[in-house]
């Protein structure tokens, strides 16, 4: 069953930016935060944002900050990545996590519910 779907990932070039979504069309964000992760080939698995269920919290990768951004819109019960200046190692798909609280951090053994994920690629 799916709980979160991603949706927004495409082929882009590399200085173009992109905006992701994670709708939540069985209602699963439940006061819960949500998150956004991300894997390339070959790699683990890696904490991109977390945002929590008011919005009033946000979190990044540390080496993302200045280019991405998580919102949210409870109402219409999605969660926005945007992310500017891409890169190609940006190349990954990305997936969309609900938190088990009002506040995840960045490990995913916080979160419950995960998307299939939407695949980013970036050309140089």
């Known amino acids: 069953q799916v709980n979160v779907v991603e949706s927004g990932g495409g082929l882009v070039q590399a200085g173009d930016s992109l905006r992701l979504s994670c709708a939540d069309p069985r209602r699963t964000f439940n006061n819960n935060a949500v998150g956004w992760f991300r894997q390339a080939p070959g790699k683990e698995r890696e904490f991109v944002a977390a945002?929590?269920?008011?919005?009033?919290?946000?979190n990044y990768q540390d080496s993302l900050k200045g280019r991405v951004t998580i919102s949210r819109d409870n109402a219409a019960s999605t969660v926005y990545l945007q992310m500017t200046s891409l890169k190609p190692e940006d190349t990954a798909v990305y997936y969309c996590a609900v938190g088990r609280s009002s506040y995840s951090g960045s490990n995913p053994s916080s979160y419950r519910y995960w998307g299939q994920g939407t695949q980013v690629t970036v050309s140089s």
């Open positions: 945002i929590s269920w008011r919005g009033d919290s946000t």
